[in-house]
């Protein structure tokens, strides 16, 4: 029997196009997400070349993914009023430009101008793309249109450190932008060339909701800069935090009250779709997703660099074979998922990644100062695994009891939730952990006294050691209470990494009842048979 295809796809006349157009949307998604981890472990040649401090080279990050959540919730409202092809095709080229400007920047300023326009176009790579996906390809083929899709959200955060290690050891920072002009061309010529907008698709009329967009780009522009900036300035003693921080809780109590007013016949957001059970329960799991990924990916480097002395490279490596679990995991999953009558329920696969979560968090929480990479590969090859068993099945579920013209705006918030779910897990492990290394130093410094038996032959070890070296007593002492400060440090930043990781374990424990909250889908995710 022919698989059926949704009408609107008949009436575009793009169904036999339908697997190009998803070969340029998944590889716009991976070049959107790749950047928000690639340039990571490049920051510190940045800085070198633009003379910026640690602090300043930061905004690099910050501004991307500044812009990046800003413009997510507002995808919809962009699709509805341009034109879904339209606003793709501007969005792919914006961002290639954007890239290629990047990589040009000759300073600070100008590199952080061109990531806000670069961060602006990605939203349309991953929200409006998802919401294609289910407009053009029949329910039954969803489960792995969307596995191949959430391969490149998921797998890029993982590899880019990878990627980003190795182009900064061979090449110069500015080539983790280049890389994205040719994939991008590839990208704009795929969606320009086979995708279409329906005949029946009726341009957004009526006012715009420029309350509606203020209130948003207030909230969550300031929301988000306190969580990306506020580890970094001691949060609430800072006073610029404390302003934005209520501008935050004003402006996006004001959005909700105002998208959800009958006053407000035309809002810019289509907060009522939350109203869907599915989708709240996982928006709400999406954002504990967004925490564990993007914190992980944050502190398994940190970890590395700083405490067991990897090299980037080497640290992307250790990365690999959790990401490839994750390729092969999630689709497995969209195989399980696919067709009319699934072979799988996605609630127990969704159980079962929490499950292994779990188990790779409470591993990750018990390492060593003495660990390498082969006692966390299998770690992170476990949470590799945990992560394609949670976000394709999640994804499954969230959109599969939707309308139609529901999946664009349900998209934007899906990945919104995600965004911020990172933000918020970058900023409180952050702060977590610099708390507790500072709570562990202060708990083991006490060992650290003249009638102790162990502190005074490690003492004495160190002092012949260097005086063996041709130091004088004197220096010889000086190094030594230096080298135990040293070992000191790096056994309290390890006891901080270890909670740090038990803390996402404890996340992810207090989300499993959202689990129970999902109803099961029937007869696998719908797909659009309309594209407003």
Known sequence: MATAVPPSAHAEGIEKYRWLILLGLITAAVMEVLDTTIINVALPQMAGNLGATSTEIAWVSTSYILANVVVLPMTAFFTETFGRKRYLTFSIVLFIVASFLCGTASSLGELVAWRLLQGAGGAALLSTAQATLRQIFPKEEQGIVQAIFLLGIIVAPTIGPTLGGWITDNYAWAWCFFINVPIGIVSAFLVTTFLHDPPEHQRRTGPVDWLGIALLIAGVGSLQYVLEEGNAHDWFSDQLIVNLSIVAAVSLLGLLW??????????????????????????????ILGFGLFGGAILFPLFTQSVLGFTPTETGLAMLPGGLATAAVAV??????????????????????????????????????AAGEVDARHALIIRGAALGLLFTPINNVAFGSLKPHEAQQASGLINLSRQLGGSFGIAVLGTYLTRHTQLHRVDLVQNYYAGNPAFEERFRALVMGFQAKGASLMDAQQRAY??????????????????SWLFILLSFLCVIPAVFLLRRNRGGAAAAVDAH
């Open 332 to 369: 497995v999953c969209g195989f399980l998922l696919n067709g009319a009558k699934p072979k799988a329920d996605a609630r127990v696969l969704i159980l079962i990644g929490m499950a292994l979560m779990l188990w790779s968090m409470w591993d990750l929480g018990h390492l060593t100062v």
């Open 258 to 287: 105002w998208q959800l007013s009958p006053r407000n016949t035309h809002p810019v957001i289509q907060l009522r779709v939350l109203k869907n059970r599915n989708l709240a329960a996982s928006i709400l799991l999406f954002v």
């Open 482 to 499: 230096a080298a135990l400060d040293g070992t000191l440090q790096k056994q309290a930043a390890m006891l901080a990494y270890n909670d």
